[in-house]
C-alpha cells in the first residue's frame, strides 16, 4: 500500500519563487491536512479539508494555499517563497474525524 | 484554547532504563481524544496509540504503556528496559473535535536518546 505520497522530497527555493507540493493518497480518506514542522515547535496545521471541494485554514495559513478537487490529491501551493517557509512539510489523512492520522514521508523544503 | 504540553524538550538514558515523557493538555470538550506518534532520526511519523476521554485504563504494548488520568488531564508514556532503538522524537496530540474537522493539536515533542 501507497498511503500518503508526497513529492517532491527535497526541494530548495529562491526568495519569490513558486511551487507547489504534492499530496495524494490512496485509501480513500475524506479527511487530509497539511502541517509543517519546524525544530522544538512540534507541527503546526496549515490547512485542512474535510472532504472534495471543502478547505479551512489552519494555524498558519499566511502564504499558502491548498485546493481539493479529487478525494485523493491535496496540493500545498506556496506563493513568493520566503526564508520563514523553511520547514519541514507533512501531508495527513484521516479516515474518520476521531481517528488517527497517517502522514507523509514529509517534504524538506529550503528558501535561500 | 486546546494546548498540549510536553515539558520534556530532550531526555538522554542509558539502554535498559525506564523513561517516562510527560503530555499535559487544556481542553473544554468533554469527549476528546489523546495521540502519541513517534518520529525516528529518518524522519517519518510513526502513530503510537489513541485513547477516547472516556476510557482511561492504562493500556500497555509490549515495552509501552500510557497512563491516562483525567484529573490531571495527563496522558503520559513509558518504556521500559529503553533500547537504542527506541531513540526518536515522542509527540502527544490532542484532537480538536469542533466542528468534526479531525484536526490534532501536538505538543512541541520530547527527543529521547537511549544511549548503549
Known amino acids: 500500500n501507497a498511503g500518503v505520497t508526497q513529492t517532491p522530497k527535497f526541494r530548495i527555493l529562491k526568495i519569490g519563487q513558486s511551487m507547489t507540493l504534492q499530496c495524494t493518497q490512496d485509501?480513500?480518506?475524506?479527511?487530509m491536512y497539511w502541517y509543517r514542522q519546524d525544530p522544538g515547535m512540534g507541527l503546526k496545521l496549515i490547512y485542512y479539508s474535510v472532504g472534495a471541494g471543502i478547505t479551512d485554514k489552519g494555524e498558519v495559513p499566511n502564504g499558502y494555499n491548498v485546493s481539493r478537487s479529487t478525494t485523493e490529491d491535496f496540493p500545498l501551493r506556496l506563493e513568493l517563497a520566503a526564508p520563514s517557509q523553511t520547514s519541514v512539510y507533512f501531508c495527513a489523512s484521516s479516515y474518520l474525524h476521531t481517528g488517527e492520522l497517517f502522514f507523509g514521508e514529509g517534504s524538506r523544503l529550503t528558501v535561500l | 484554547a486546546q494546548k498540549v504540553t510536553q515539558a520534556q524538550t530532550e531526555i538522554s538514558v542509558v539502554e535498559k532504563e525506564d523513561v517516562t515523557l510527560d503530555c499535559v493538555y487544556e481542553?473544554?470538550?468533554?469527549?476528546?481524544?489523546l495521540f502519541w506518534y513517534k518520529q525516528p532520526p529518518s524522519g517519518e511519523l510513526v502513530f503510537l496509540i489513541r485513547r477516547n476521554s472516556f476510557d482511561e485504563q492504562n493500556e500497555i504494548s509490549g515495552r509501552y504503556s500510557w497512563n491516562f488520568q483525567k484529573s490531571t488531564s495527563s496522558f503520559n508514556f513509558t518504556i521500559t528496559a529503553s533500547q537504542v532503538v527506541d531513540s526518536a522524537v515522542y509527540f502527544c496530540?490532542?484532537?480538536?473535535?469542533?466542528?468534526?474537522?479531525?484536526?490534532?493539536?501536538f505538543g512541541q515533542g520530547t527527543t529521547l536518546q537511549v544511549k548503549p
Open positions: 481542553t473544554r470538550d468533554t469527549t476528546y481524544y
Open positions: 485509501m480513500n480518506h475524506n479527511y
Open positions: 496530540a490532542l484532537s480538536d473535535v469542533s466542528g468534526n474537522t479531525g484536526k490534532l493539536i
